[in-house]
């Protein structure tokens, strides 16, 4: 599968959409506020005239008003959840069904590591989490690790993120990352750059600030 074939999956991922059901929502609430307003006004003035006949019926009316309200409003409200929550569950199978396999199909790149250290002020802690914000498209039980880094492209490129990281090289190895670069956004979130980050270092590696 392309990248435009998913692209193309993903378009066709459509909310619902409910017309003048949505605009009604609005309006509902809006007419609550009015008669909220209406009532306090309500209040007063039948405070200072209590026996008023217009104020007594108009208080009744205004209590009516704001239960059918209230109603319409769960009415017309309740279908706009519902259509959200399928919306976001489409994406989602989405997602699983062909974005990540696709990006786990890219080939792997591999770009030596000339400066690491742990960043203990990076705070969130998203060890054993899929986040396509963090660059994993599946859940780990690899304990990530809070690294600054720098690596050879064209140039230099240094990144402060949470990592993957593997003690398997021998000591006359250098350490690397290894990653899925997707050269394209793919919409719904899903954003260039890149995915499934892995730092593989000696076995007898210490982090320093510099190495």
């Known amino acids: 599968m392309t990248a435009s074939e998913v692209i193309k999956l993903g378009q066709d991922i459509e909310k619902i959409d409910l017309?003048?059901?949505s605009q009604l929502s609005l309006n509902i609430?809006?007419?609550?506020?009015?008669?909220?307003?209406?009532?306090?006004?309500?209040?007063?003035?039948?405070?200072?005239?209590?026996?008023?006949?217009?104020?007594?019926?108009?208080?009744?009316?205004?209590?009516?008003?704001?239960?059918?309200?209230?109603?319409?409003?769960w009415c017309f409200l309740f279908p706009n959840q519902k259509a959200e929550e399928l919306y976001q569950e489409e994406i989602e199978q989405w997602r699983v069904n062909y974005v990540i396999p696709y990006i786990e199909s890219?080939?792997?790149?591999?770009?030596?590591?000339?400066?690491?250290?742990?960043?203990?002020?990076?705070?969130?802690?998203?060890?054993?989490?899929?986040?396509?914000?963090?660059?994993?498209?599946?859940?780990?039980?690899?304990?990530?690790?809070?690294?600054?880094?720098s690596y050879k492209s064209n140039g230099i490129v240094?990144?402060?993120?949470?990592?993957?990281?593997?003690?398997?090289?021998?000591?006359?190895e250098k350490p690397y990352i290894e990653f899925n670069y997707l050269d394209q956004s793919l919409g719904h979130g899903v954003t260039a750059g890149k995915y499934n980050s892995k730092i593989y270092l000696p076995e007898s590696y210490e982090f320093t600030d510099i190495k």
């Not at 859940?139 to 600054?148: A, D, F, G, I, N």
């Not at 402060?160 to 090289?169: G, Q």
Request: hydrophobic content about 45%.
């Open 19 to 21: 017309g003048m059901f």
């Open 29 to 73: 609430v809006l007419i609550i506020l009015g008669f909220l307003v209406a009532g306090i006004a309500l209040g007063y003035w039948a405070h200072v005239d209590p026996f008023s006949e217009f104020f007594r019926a108009f208080g009744s009316l205004s209590l009516i008003g704001i239960g059918v309200a209230l109603i319409l409003c």
């Open 106 to 149: 890219l080939p792997l790149d591999q770009r030596e590591i000339v400066y690491i250290k742990i960043d203990t002020e990076i705070h969130s802690d998203v060890k054993g989490q899929s986040s396509w914000f963090y660059g994993y498209t599946r859940t780990s039980e690899v304990h990530r690790t809070p690294l600054t880094i």
């Open 158 to 172: 240094t990144e402060t993120n949470w990592y993957e990281t593997y003690m398997e090289l021998t000591d006359q």
